[in-house]
């Protein structure tokens, strides 16, 4: 079946690490995408990706990393400057900029 | 900065009662209108999209109406269920060619049995 697969579905982090979320896609889709979402603020971008080795800055890139090595995959680095981590992180692919965006389940971050 | 405004936030009908979300945008240069459909623990799936050359699009039960001028869309639902009970997001892709998704805060729909 094709879909993005993220992983893990909770993650738990202790203050001032850093963890990675996984992001793997099997649609041959060229962008790719990390959303945050908070009760109340609706999806907010962290990066993006339209093409292998390159990747933009979204609205609160701050605090987090990313890396684009494959196609298939665009795992977030959440560091130890993202002083408000805990949220539900979202991943998404789409072939093209106006045409659907196909998302995963979502991570549950918390910090404990 | 860009945005996408979404009202109302929670919104709570009687089972066959028709919601409707509104949506409006301040930037011109949007060029795709797509909502989602998330369920509590999931992700959003892409549930009707339009374009601006369009003003109405329906796919079954769900209709989005447009107005370029004004710069708003709407979904509406017809004869609502209680299986159509989650939250909905607007969104709008900017024509500067730049891959992004603006997407409204979200309304939280809830249909009474």
């Known amino acids: 079946d094709g879909g993005i697969t993220q992983s893990p579905k909770y993650l738990f982090r202790k203050e001032g690490q850093n963890v990675t979320l996984s992001c793997e896609q099997n649609?041959?889709?060229?962008?790719m995408y990390w959303y945050r979402q908070d009760p109340g603020q609706g999806l907010r971008l962290i990066y993006y990706?339209?093409?292998?080795?390159?990747?933009q800055k979204g609205d609160i890139a701050e605090g987090y990393s990313v890396s684009r090595e494959k196609k298939e995959s665009f795992p977030l680095t959440v560091t130890s400057a993202q002083k408000n981590p805990t949220a539900f992180y979202l991943c998404?692919?789409?072939?093209?900029?106006?045409?659907?965006?196909?998302f995963g389940q979502g991570t549950r971050l918390t910090v404990v | 900065q860009q945005q996408v405004k979404q009202s109302p936030q929670s919104l709570i009908v009687q089972k066959g009662g028709i919601p409707i979300i509104n949506c409006a945008y301040e930037?011109?240069?949007?060029?795709?209108f797509p909502w989602y459909q998330q369920f509590p623990g999931k992700g959003p799936a892409l549930l009707i999209a339009i374009r601006p050359d369009v003003s109405e699009k329906k796919e079954g039960r769900f209709t989005i109406s447009f107005n370029k001028s004004a710069k708003q869309f709407s979904l509406h639902i017809m004869d609502s269920q209680p299986g159509d009970s989650a939250t909905y997001f607007c969104a709008a892709t900017p024509t500067s060619g730049t891959y992004k998704y603006i997407f409204g805060t979200g309304t939280r729909l809830k249909v009474l049995a």
């Open positions: 998404a692919s789409s072939i093209l900029r106006d045409t659907e965006a196909f």
């Open positions: 649609l041959n889709h060229d962008a």
């Open positions: 990706s339209q093409i292998v080795n390159d990747f």
């Open positions: 930037n011109t240069a949007f060029d795709y």
